[in-house]
């Protein structure tokens, strides 16, 4: 099956850094790539949506100039946290799937194995 | 406004007991609907789709437009069952069942 990677696994920043986290499709070109954020023995939330080469569309709530995401090429989508702050402190996940044309379905979101951030 | 709905935040049944999980969504719309699964410490992944009609793990999931529903069920629950499943349609996830099957 597909393989979504994300780079770092685990990152531990001090409070008002920005960190960055990778997300790759390695071995398909994702049509959208997606952030989530999982707080413990919580549920997936939906940060924003990513299309390669458009702007990423965020949830209501989700502030997009604190999570900064870039989408600039089809295998690759970035996340910016910046200015963190310790209630930043979570599980980020990325996934990504890819529209079917002769569906006309978009197939399963292949996911990322998350990372966690911990900000002091 | 949440699409997917899944009632249940925590199941717990006996091994060889049947479960079923229940999803409803709300979308005016071909849906397209899928289950993911996490297990404990690994990454989500997806246990079924209902454009598929398969069944994974003894697991089949049915589509019910007249009561938009997508439930996720299994006749006899295996220990190894054990684990986080959600339900999907269009990027909308469920808030996930958690779901116990003791020995």
Redo the contacts between chains.
């Keep these: 099956g597909a393989v979504v990677s994300q780079h770092p696994s685990w990152v531990i920043c001090k409070s008002g850094t920005s960190v960055k986290i990778e997300c790759r499709s390695l071995d398909f070109q994702a049509t959208t790539m997606?952030w989530y954020r999982q707080f413990p023995?919580?549920?997936?939330m939906?940060m924003a949506?990513s299309n390669e080469g458009s702007k990423a569309t965020y949830e209501q709530g989700v502030e997009k100039d604190k999570f900064l995401i870039n989408h600039a090429s089809l295998t690759l989508s970035t996340l910016t946290v910046t200015s963190a702050h310790p209630e930043d402190s979570s599980f980020y996940?990325c996934?990504a799937r890819t529209w079917m044309e002769d569906?006309l379905?978009?197939n399963?979101?292949f996911?990322?194995?998350?990372t966690r951030l911990t900000v002091l | 406004a949440q699409r997917v709905t899944q009632p249940e935040k925590l199941l717990s049944v006996f091994k060889g007991a049947p479960v079923e999980l229940k999803c409803n969504y709300s979308y005016s719309g071909s849906p397209e609907l899928f289950w993911y699964v996490q297990y404990s410490r690994q990454r989500l992944q997806l246990l079924l789709r209902h454009i598929s009609r398969e069944s994974i793990k003894g697991f089949t999931a049915d589509l019910n437009k007249g009561e938009t529903s997508f439930h996720l069920k299994k006749p006899f629950a295996q220990e190894e069952d054990s684990a986080m499943y959600y339900c999907e349609d269009k990027l909308s996830f469920g808030a996930g069942t958690t779901v116990t099957v003791r020995a």
């Design positions: 997606f023995k919580q549920s997936l939906l949506t996940i996934s569906s379905t978009y399963e979101q996911f990322g194995p998350g």
